[in-house]
């Protein structure tokens, strides 16, 4: 009855968390980058580290649910 | 004919909307306003709506549940049901030896994002509070910087709303008109209080500047601020400058320190606003979850309670999830690390979807109360309490579904192919699991 508050919370956070880990590693490159003058390095480890958080940890926050949407039985 | 009738009808009300009910123009700050100060400690508006939130949890469970009956009945009943019905979502999702142990932060989570949101669409909030009197502010910052010889190293916007004296009440009326007054960089204070008169004037009397092109440069025209000053003079509900030298006579033991006039060559100490003022209200409550620090209180405690959860139930081995032997499975490890900056991240995220989701509907409604007074706004008030509940929803369950995460024990080698790292070993889950597996047969 209330299964789909779960997934719908999950996908509500799943989406900010890929938002926040992408933007995050942008910022915190471009912070370094700035502090170290070494200008496009830390931005792209930022990014590319920043993708691949948002990657696993939403893989991990959407695997449950994936797993139980698979479990469903056909209607 | 019934259509154009209903336009008719809704065109009729927004139009009386915009007589009987516009409002100034919004003014938007992102930091909550500063209702007062307690040593070093300020205590904001959002500050303060958490607490009157904590005030109507607190006091509406000791009330509604005093004289608890074996039976419940009224009041009882409805705190009671609602209890177990959160009760009863926490355990299908942790099952219930975690659910026992999670629900009270949980819960509590839940009730106090709700709580805190929907209080805050009552009319008390953004309405009522301490008027900021920006009409002496912007002359004392003249004042300080003449004070000092020194001219304005950054540029100050002002947004203000004319304020009437109701009773020693200020009050901002409908129709009240918005003063705008900007200064700018590397301005001497003489010429920016030579365009403060002028847009004093024009704010408050009829008068009008005649000369166009200087306007332009941020100079005010000499005759146009002489004019304005006269135009100020003469009308007794407009604010006045008091000259420097009428204010020594008066003999204040206090020093007053004055800003020169360029065009007018006259030393001001001091204005006063005999009549209406340009103010803004700076309010007691504010959404508790549109400024950011209120969410961010929210969220480390929420990852707190999740780490503390995980050691609770695994010990030390809780940090075999993110630190793995690279001898041993090196993709493992950087996945590790990756996962404990996603702990880290989910800090961050966690706070900012609140924030986000909160303030963004805040300014939603002030402008949509500015643009269209009547009518529109109600559906999104509407849509604001949708909000307020989703958003304490998805806060309260993500965190329970990441402490679920937290105390299993990590899948590792022998985890089941297709079935996650053992997210199913929440009890509730496996009963659900029983449940669909009886379904699957009976079909």
């Known amino acids: 009855m209330k299964s789909w508050l779960v997934p719908a919370a999950s996908l509500l956070g799943a989406g900010w968390f890929f938002a926040t880990a992408v933007i995050l590693g942008v910022v915190v490159g471009r912070w370094a980058d700035d502090r170290t003058g070494l200008e496009p390095t830390f931005t792209l480890v930022g990014i590319v580290v920043g993708l691949a958080v948002a990657l696993i940890g939403g893989y991990r926050m959407l695997q449950p649910l994936m797993s139980r949407l698979g479990d469903e039985p056909p209607e | 004919m019934k259509i154009i009738l209903f336009a008719v009808v809704v065109l009729a009300v927004l139009a009386t909307g915009f007589i009987v009910a516009a409002g100034p123009e919004p003014h938007i700050v992102i930091p909550g306003e500063v209702v007062w100060k307690v040593g070093f400690m300020p205590i904001t508006s959002t500050l303060m709506a958490s607490w009157l939130a904590m005030a109507v949890l607190i006091l509406g469970t000791f009330f509604m549940t005093r004289g608890m009956k074996l039976i419940p009945s009224g009041a009882q009943n409805f705190i009671e049901s609602i209890i177990e019905f959160l009760y009863g979502q926490v355990e299908e999702i942790a099952g219930e030896k975690n659910a026992r142990r999670f629900f009270p932060v949980v819960g509590t989570f839940f009730l106090f994002i709700l709580v805190a949101n929907w209080i805050a669409l009552t009319p008390i909030f953004k309405s009522i509070g301490w008027t900021k009197d920006y009409g002496h502010e912007i002359f004392h910052e003249m004042q300080e910087k003449a004070e000092k010889g020194k001219v304005f190293d950054k540029k100050k916007h002002f947004l203000a709303w004319q304020v009437e004296d109701a009773g020693g009440v200020g009050l901002t009326q409908p129709g009240a008109r918005t003063f705008k007054f900007e200064i700018h960089e590397g301005e001497d204070p003489a010429d920016a209080l030579d365009r403060y008169i002028v847009a004093l004037a024009e704010f408050y009397t009829d008068f009008k500047p005649q000369a166009d092109g200087a306007h332009g440069e941020g100079h ?30 008066e003999g204040g033991a206090e020093k007053h320190h004055g800003v020169t006039s360029h065009a007018l060559g006259i030393t001001f100490s001091a204005l006063e606003f005999p009549g209406d003022k340009i103010a803004l209200v700076y309010p007691f409550f504010r959404a508790a979850f549109s400024e950011l620090n209120n969410t961010l209180a929210l969220a480390i405690f929420a990852f707190l309670a999740i780490e503390f959860w995980g050691f609770q139930s695994l010990g030390f081995g809780y940090l075999g999830k993110f630190f793995i032997n690279p001898l041993k499975n090196p993709i493992l490890t950087f996945v590790g690390i990756l996962e404990l900056l996603s702990e880290f991240i989910r800090i961050i995220s966690f706070s900012f979807r609140l924030f986000g989701n909160i303030f963004a509907g805040g300014v939603l409604l002030l402008i949509l109360t500015f643009l269209v007074p009547f009518l529109a706004p109600l559906g999104i008030y509407g849509l604001e309490m949708f909000v307020g509940l989703i958003q304490a ?21 022998d985890h089941e192919e297709g079935h996650g790292d053992g997210h199913h070993s929440g009890e509730g889950h496996a009963d659900i699991h029983h449940l669909e597996q009886g379904a699957v047969q009976a079909h």
């Not at chain 2, 601020?225 to 407009?238: G, H, I, R, S, T």
């Not at chain 2, 929803?393 to 080698?413: R, T």
């Open chain 2, 220 to 249: 005010a025209d000499p005759a146009d601020v002489e004019a304005a000053f006269a135009a100020l003079q003469a009308d007794p509900k407009a604010p006045k400058f008091i000259n420097a030298d009428d204010h020594a006579h």
């Open chain 2, 393 to 413: 929803i998805v806060f309260s369950l993500l965190l329970l579904v990441f402490a679920v995460g937290a105390v299993e024990h990590h899948g590792g080698e």
